[in-house]
C-alpha cells in the first residue's frame, strides 16, 4: 500500500529557511510526477509546485515562485520542498501529491492526484 510521509515542518520567523520532505513507499516512486500543496486555516487547499517523474522539470505557483524549489531524489524515493523568505502567509499544511504516469501538474489537477500524504503543518511568525 502507497505510503507518502511529510517531515520538516515547524515553527519559524519570517525570513528563515525550511525544507520540507516527502518520503514515498509501496510504489514505484520514478513513474509519479510528485507535487505540494498546502492548506491555510479557513482556506481552500491549494497548488504549491510540482515536479516531473525524472526530476528535470518543476513549476510553482506565482505565490512561491522564486521562493520555493522544488526536487527529488529517486533513489531515496524521496521529495523535497526549499523554502526560503517564509512569509506569515506562508502559514499552512503542505501535503504531498502523487500523479500517475504524468507532467506537471496544476490547481486544476487537484481532485486528480492518486495519493496524499496527511500533511505537515508549517507556521511562520512575523
Known amino acids: 500500500q502507497a505510503q507518502l510521509v511529510e517531515s520538516g515542518g515547524g515553527l519559524v520567523q519570517a525570513g528563515d529557511s525550511l525544507r520540507l520532505s516527502c518520503a514515498v513507499s509501496g510504489l514505484t516512486f520514478s513513474r509519479y510526477a510528485m507535487g505540494w500543496f498546502r492548506q491555510a486555516p479557513g482556506k481552500e487547499r491549494e497548488f504549491v509546485g510540482s515536479?516531473?517523474?525524472?526530476?528535470?522539470?518543476?513549476n510553482a505557483a506565482d505565490s512561491v515562485k522564486g521562493r520555493f524549489t522544488i526536487s527529488r531524489d529517486n533513489a531515496k524515493n524521496t521529495m523535497y520542498l526549499q523554502m526560503n523568505s517564509l512569509k506569515p502567509e506562508d502559514t499552512a499544511v503542505y501535503y504531498c501529491?502523487?500523479?500517475?504516469?504524468?507532467?506537471?501538474?496544476?490547481?486544476?489537477?487537484?481532485?486528480?492526484?492518486?495519493?496524499w500524504g496527511k500533511g505537515t503543518l508549517v507556521t511562520v511568525s512575523s
Open positions: 501529491a502523487a500523479k500517475y504516469n504524468s507532467a506537471l501538474f496544476t490547481q486544476a489537477d487537484y481532485y486528480g492526484m492518486n495519493y
Open positions: 515536479i516531473t517523474r525524472s526530476g528535470g522539470d518543476t
